[in-house]
Structures are given as structure tokens and as C-alpha cells.
């Protein structure tokens, strides 16, 4: 389909970085470093580790993208179950999605949250962006350490870590 190219002043979004930053620097337990102007690093306290938030600005197509790192390694012998459980988490996912990096055989989540016409970003979305990441990672952490250390079926690995106890001990 094409579509007819209008002449629209084009709107400048002030780095979101900066937001992200402003917002996040009150939390006392976490730690935030700014590599560069177009880049935040923050160590996010989850359920089950504390996560590598990293978050970099692409102004050029006005792109917040967002990778969360899980800080475990796949060992390559087990590849073949981890694509496996890739696709099952991923399939549960509305937002963002989980990888492995080939370079350095680290799960991740990410996302990008494409931010053209709309002015700048939002509390609301800044606050969501990383509720999602370090959620998904708390969610789904259990089924990849079930797999890298204990072994398990991804299957198996992914029905254990989303069963929901009820009631209390």
C-alpha cells in the first residue's frame, strides 16, 4: 500500500533517556549509569536476580529500545531445548520477546517502543516498559534456570515455573 507523503513539521521528541533517568534515580536500591547521551543502564532488583536494564535512544526513527539481561549463560550443548523453550515463552508474550544472544550465550528480553508523532514519552509508559521487562524476567526466570541447571524438558520446565500455589503453608 502506499500512502501520499504530506508536508508535516517534523516533531523533535526530547531524549527519552533523560525521563527514564529522572524517574528511576529515586529508587534507592537501584544502581543507574549513563554510558552516553543516547544510552541508561540500570541494575533492576528482581524476584529471582537483579536484572541489567539497558535501555538505548535511536533518535533518528525516534526508537526507545529496551534489552533486560538475565545474567545466566546457555551452554551451547544446550541450544537445541533452549530455541525450544524460546518458542514457548515468546508464544505467551504480548509485549517484547526473549532471546539468546549467539555472541555470548545470555537470555534476555526485549523491546522497543516506537515513540514517531507523538510528542515524547509518558510516565505511564516508562513506568510500563520496565513493569514489563523485569516482570517477564521474574515470570519466566524459573523455567530457564529449570533447563540450563536443572536439566529439565522445556516443557516440563515452563509448566513447573508458571504453576500458582494456592493458599498458605
Request: some cysteine; glycine content about 6%; hydrophobic content about 45%.
Amino acid at each position: 500500500m502506499a500512502f501520499s507523503r504530506m508536508d508535516f513539521a517534523r516533531e523533535e521528541i526530547l531524549n527519552p533517556i533523560d525521563a527514564l533517568e529522572d524517574m528511576l534515580s529515586g529508587e534507592s536500591d537501584w544502581s543507574i549509569a549513563r554510558p552516553s547521551e543516547a544510552e541508561l543502564v540500570i541494575a533492576c532488583p528482581g524476584q529471582w536476580a537483579t536484572y541489567q536494564l539497558h535501555c538505548f535512544w535511536q533518535g533518528d526513527v525516534q526508537a526507545l529500545h529496551t534489552t533486560c539481561m538475565l545474567e545466566m549463560r546457555a551452554p551451547a550443548r544446550l541450544n537445541q531445548e533452549i530455541n525450544t523453550l524460546l518458542a514457548e515463552v515468546n508464544s505467551r508474550l504480548w509485549v517484547g520477546h526473549f532471546e539468546l544472544s549467539r555472541e555470548e550465550s545470555s537470555l534476555m528480553f526485549r523491546h522497543t517502543l516506537l515513540l514517531r508523532g507523538i510528542g515524547g514519552v509518558s510516565h505511564e509508559q516508562i513506568e510500563d516498559l520496565v513493569d514489563v521487562a523485569v516482570g517477564e524476567c521474574d515470570r519466566f526466570y524459573p523455567a530457564f534456570q529449570f533447563v540450563i541447571w536443572g536439566g529439565r524438558d522445556p516443557q516440563d520446565a515452563l509448566a513447573a515455573s508458571l504453576l500458582e500455589t494456592q493458599g498458605e503453608a
